[in-house]
């Protein structure tokens, strides 16, 4: 069965350094992959998606995530965080042929600090 | 344009009581897909619905029921409300293939007392 994996549930990282959120996924053939961010009390909003292709993907806000087979992962980063990133990140994959059941994995919270 | 809208926003429930959640779809778009997203962890799938048809369903019990409309608009109904229903309901709309990203409403946060 298709399962995702955030290993970390909870992060802090000042204001202006790097971010890398973590993401591994279980899935026997190529995946559908991505991120969504969701503000407190909001729905998610799609932040970046990978289909095939470049295994770098560019979404908005700044954020990139890059797709590793070997690794069955596909990790979020951001170079330089900003105090308004504070949110909770959902990392999801959909098996083909399912377009709308998406599997998410159990967020990680991101906090920034001053 | 207009993203998905959910509707209401809050609801409060009794236990044994039933619920009707709404979700207007992003225009064009023909697929709607609800989830249930408790408090702390990611949300699960309910129900998928595509040109009126269900599509797929996951692992909730019969109390859940929903259906979509002419006009793509979608219905969640739950029965017998339990006090572990007490969640953030999302509805999401794309365009029906695996590559189409969901897009998801604000979600209706139900409470059951």
Redesign the interface.
């Known amino acids: 069965a298709q399962s995702?994996t955030q290993p970390d549930i909870h992060i802090t990282v000042s204001e202006g350094a790097s971010l890398e959120l973590r993401c591994n996924y279980s899935y026997g053939a190529t995946p559908?992959l991505?991120w969504?961010v969701q503000s407190p009390?909001?729905?998610?909003?799609?932040l970046l998606?990978y289909?095939s292709g470049d295994t770098l993907v560019q979404g908005i806000k700044g954020f990139e995530a890059e797709f590793k087979r070997s690794q069955s992962s596909f990790n979020l980063r951001k170079p330089s965080v900003h105090w308004s990133d504070a949110a909770e990140y959902?990392c999801?994959v959909?098996?083909?042929?399912?377009?709308?059941?998406?599997?998410?994995?159990?967020?990680t919270e991101l906090s920034v600090k001053p | 344009d207009a993203g998905?809208t959910q509707s209401p926003t809050h609801l409060i429930k009794t236990r044994g009581q039933h619920v009707t959640l709404r979700c207007s779809p992003i225009s064009g778009h023909k697929?709607?897909?609800w989830?249930q997203q408790v408090l702390?962890?990611?949300?699960?799938?309910i129900f998928?619905y595509?040109e009126k048809e269900e599509?797929?369903r996951?692992n909730f019990p019969d109390r859940f029921s929903a259906r979509q409309f002419p006009n793509y608009s979608s219905e969640l109904n739950v029965n017998a409300l339990l006090l572990g229903d007490s969640a953030l309901y999302?509805c999401?709309s794309?365009?029906?293939?695996?590559?189409?990203?969901?897009?998801?409403?604000?979600?209706t946060?139900l409470t059951v007392t």
């Open positions: 995702v559908y991505f969504y009390g909001q729905g998610l909003q799609l998606k289909f959902f999801a959909v098996t083909y042929n399912q377009g709308g059941k998406l599997i998410f994995g159990q967020g | 998905v697929s709607v897909s989830y702390g962890q990611g949300p699960q799938f998928q595509y599509r797929g996951g999302l999401a794309n365009g029906g293939g695996s590559n189409s990203p969901l897009h998801f409403g604000n979600g946060r």
